[in-house]
């Protein structure tokens, strides 16, 4: 053993110039996202190209290959699960797949990225997608050229869904997403079909200051750890990292609608506390981060929906965010709060939409990635096709682009393709995990009445976190869950919230 012990070394040292190479450009996207002039753009849109392409070359040195190769008798006699191995393995798979591709398209991916996302945020409030078309056109054509970097998929978009969501491909979520609308569409029918809830008191004003004060309040309730982590606004709330020591979350406000920065923190922060409950050792390297885009959300969405749309932790927690808006909490019960903050509706944002229409935004996205990557869909057809496609599966006509096909940040500062179907993984996920915590702590939802939560994020911890990017996506689940990822749990659990609340 001991004569691999220089090599494993040697290895881990270069891996981790690799991962902070990673979160130094992290850190410069979080800028980018919050505090930076946008007269910085052009320059740091190069500059993270540069960093980019640069941390690609380091990682994909022949160096890297040579030791992986030296490493693999003894990764071979170690046990699967075994911290050496499962970094030896993981590491070959990201390896052997970054080969494939060039520095240079790396660099110059990014640099799209940054230019574009500066234009779609010029171009969102002005309502114009023709600000992005060109951009959109290209990223269109990087998208696919990435993909032709793994010939022999069975559809273009494979490779793509793949980077996000290992072993999945377009066939198969395909088909899980059929299974799914089959279920959901008549709950919604049956949800819309009656009057809808009257939710005016989420609606009243909530001063911004007092918003951002509880929000923060709530999430380290949960488990966030602020030692290990802050809060910024920004104009689309997302969860970066620096190091296992420092994962930041971001927020955003608006003053007539009390849900959306609250949720939003308590959605972020469920991506957050997953990442900082990954063992410390694993700090840098390629173990070192969640596991898949879809077992992410599903900490996310545990935490924002099934622990935070909950009628047990608004038992808790209601007496506080009543004193804390006396004013417009006033004479306001319970049962109506909760009604309230879990009103279905057809409705055009698919971040403000509640858990049984969110799954119908995210079936509409992945299909229009797989026509564009497939050519069936145009980039200037795209905004008519949004609409059409809005109008069949929502029975409303978006007023614009500007809350059609410009609303999610996606595709304007990323590829298209494997950008969405984690979201839907990550709501099936988040109820196969729960019921496997429930299952360990029947007393979980007692406890969550009383504002103690540190069983299920024990459980979390314990089942999920800890590991980082140890096991993959389908082999965590097994683990955790004790089965392959199924529908079924999720598909009870909304049958009995919404069941009881919409008198199904
Ligand atoms: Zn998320």
Not at 263 to 268: T, V
Not at 428 to 438: K, P, R, V
Not at 440 to 457: C, N, R, V, Y
Request: proline residues 5%.
């Amino acid at each position: 053993m001991a004569k691999y012990d220089e090599k494993l070394q040697e290895l881990k040292t270069r891996l981790l110039e690799v991962g902070d190479l990673t979160h130094i450009n992290a850190l410069l996207g979080w800028d980018q996202a919050t505090y930076m002039p946008s007269g910085g753009a052009e320059a740091r849109g190069r500059q993270s190209a540069l960093l980019a392409q640069m941390t690609q070359e380091k990682f994909i040195d022949k160096e890297i290959g040579n030791l992986l190769d030296d490493l693999q008798p003894y990764a071979d006699s170690l046990p699967y699960d075994s911290d050496d191995a499962s970094l030896i393995r993981v590491t070959r798979v990201q390896y052997e797949r970054d080969l494939k591709v060039p520095p240079k398209f790396i660099g110059e991916l990014n640099e799209h990225g940054a230019r574009s996302y500066q234009a779609w945020s010029e171009a969102r409030p002005a309502n114009d997608f023709n600000k992005v078309r060109d951009n959109l056109e290209k990223t269109l054509d990087l998208s696919r050229q990435l993909a032709e970097y793994y010939p022999g998929y069975e559809n273009i978009a494979d490779p793509l869904i793949d980077f996000a969501d290992y072993g999945m491909k377009a066939s198969s979520v395909r088909k899980l997403f059929a299974d799914l609308r089959e279920q959901l569409v008549p709950i919604v029918r049956a949800i819309t079909s009656q009057p809808p809830t009257d939710n005016s008191v989420l609606l009243k004003h909530y001063p911004e200051a007092e918003q951002l004060a509880f929000g923060a309040e709530v999430v380290k309730q949960l488990g966030y750890d602020f030692s290990r982590g802050r809060i910024d606004k920004t104009h689309h709330p997302f969860m970066t990292k620096f190091s296992l020591g420092d994962v930041r979350i971001t927020t955003r406000v608006k003053e007539d609608d009390f849900g959306d920065c609250l949720f939003s923190n308590m959605h972020e922060a469920g991506h957050a506390m997953y990442e900082q409950g990954i063992d410390m050792s694993y700090e840098g390297l390629p173990l070192g981060g969640g596991t898949s885009s879809g077992v992410h959300e599903s900490q996310s969405r545990l935490w924002e929906n099934i622990v935070g749309r909950s009628r047990g932790f608004w038992e808790y927690m209601y007496p506080t965010v009543q004193a804390r808006f006396p004013e417009q909490l006033k004479g306001v019960s319970l049962d109506a709060f909760y009604a309230a903050i879990n009103k279905v509706e057809n409705s055009l944002i698919r971040t403000d939409s509640d858990e049984v229409t969110y799954n119908l935004h995210v079936m509409l996205r992945f299909d229009f990635e797989l026509q564009l990557l497939e050519g069936s869909l145009a980039i200037r057809d795209l905004p008519e096709a949004w609409h059409e496609r809005f109008e069949h599966d929502f029975g409303i006509v978006p007023p614009d682009d500007k809350d059609g096909v410009l609303q999610d940040v996606h595709w304007y500062a990323d590829v298209i393709g494997g950008s969405f179907q984690g979201y839907t993984l990550g709501n099936i996920l988040s109820a196969q995990f729960y019921n496997a915590a429930l299952k360990a702590h029947p007393s979980i939802p007692d406890e969550m009445k009383q504002g103690k939560f540190s069983t299920l994020h024990g459980w979390l911890r314990e089942n999920i976190y800890r590991h980082g990017s140890k096991f993959t996506a389908p082999e965590i689940i097994e683990r955790a869950s004790g089965s392959a990822l199924t529908i079924e749990p999720y598909i009870n659990y909304l049958k009995t919230k919404y069941g009881a609340l919409y008198k199904l």
